[in-house]
């Protein structure tokens, strides 16, 4: 029986990363996409020389064109440029509209079975982006972005609490960005509330860290971005698709009425297992929680409308 094959496209650290993670868990074997030659050559290479090592049978192989990703279960995008300094958002936007499209238009016709995440940034925006150019349904593209936004926040609150972060659950929902929205009404230590544990004050400071939990790692490395995270989020997600999970995972996904909103892309709870999106997890929230998320989607909505005039 054929193992299942994931494409992932762009290279560099989160890419390579990606590839790193899904190799270790076996997931299938795994198409490493760049532009740049030899790069994802290499590292494919060097990944399979890791195989002996780490005890992992799957193939990992690099290309520079599309027709090595020819029926891919998953496609992992994670091509895209960083925001550098004076390059304005419409900018970026317009670079990153560009390189994303471009990737969609190769894989769409290549994989037309396959399900689409999306890591490129800004990322609800790009997964519009992906899902306008490839015309699948909404259960085939989603966007990686909670799941991230997520594990940030239950990093810090274990951290803070002194605990496993095994016992740490924790909702991130909204858009990719500083308007994200955690939810510490929803966030629990080994089941128990963490607004019995933890003072308003402090919980509202892992908030704010949280929010700005990328911006913290850039300033911290100086050129570049994360990588480790991201890349074993975007793993997570096709993980949960691959073997049918059925986990609930916070992602972007495109709203057809869910909590208000319809025709783009947000982070909310989601289902994930064969074939991608399988349900909309709609849980209640509270008058400023729900002010948060429609300040948030309002966000998302600008600049998905920016991408589609780009298109």
């Known amino acids: 029986m054929a193992r299942p094959k994931i494409t992932i496209v762009g290279a560099g650290n989160v890419g390579a990363t990606a590839a790193h993670w899904a190799a270790a868990k076996e997931l299938g074997d795994v198409v490493l996409v760049d532009i740049v030659e030899g790069m994802p050559q290499g590292k494919a290479l060097d990944l399979m020389e890791t195989a002996p090592v780490e005890g992992f049978d799957v193939n990992v192989s690099g290309a520079n064109d599309y027709d090595a990703t020819v029926n891919s279960d998953v496609v992992i995008i994670t091509a895209g440029l ?9 900018d970026l936007l317009q670079k990153n509209t560009a390189i994303v499209s471009g990737v969609v238009r190769e894989i769409a016709p290549r994989s037309p079975n396959s399900v689409l995440i999306i890591v490129s940034n800004p990322l609800d925006a790009m997964a519009y982006v992906a899902k306008k150019v490839s015309g699948f349904p909404r259960e085939r593209v989603i966007g990686m972005a909670g799941v991230l936004d997520s594990a ?12 496993s972060v095994e016992d740490v659950s924790a909702f991130v929902l909204g858009g990719h960005g500083d308007t994200m929205v955690p939810l510490p009404r929803y966030s629990s230590m080994a089941g128990i509330p963490v607004t019995e544990l933890l003072s308003e004050e402090r919980i509202a400071a892992l908030v704010k860290r949280t929010q700005g939990a990328g911006g913290e790692i850039v300033q911290l490395l100086k050129t570049g971005s994360a990588y480790y995270s991201p890349s074993a989020s975007a793993v997570q997600m096709a993980e949960s698709i691959i ?10 996904a495109y709203l057809e009425g869910e909590y208000g909103y319809t025709g783009h892309f947000l982070g909310v709870p989601c289902k994930l297992g064969a074939g991608g999106l399988q349900k909309v997890v709609e849980i209640t929230l509270t008058d400023a929680e729900k002010t948060a998320l429609d300040r ?16």
């Open 296 to 311: 948030s989607y309002a966000a998302v909505v600008e600049l998905s409308q920016i991408c589609e005039r780009m298109l």
């Open 243 to 252: 073997k049918d999970k059925k986990r609930i995972l916070p992602c972007a």
């Open 152 to 163: 940030r926040f239950r990093c810090f609150l274990a951290m803070e609490l002194d605990c």
């Open 82 to 90: 960083a925001r550098k300094p004076g390059m304005s958002r419409d």
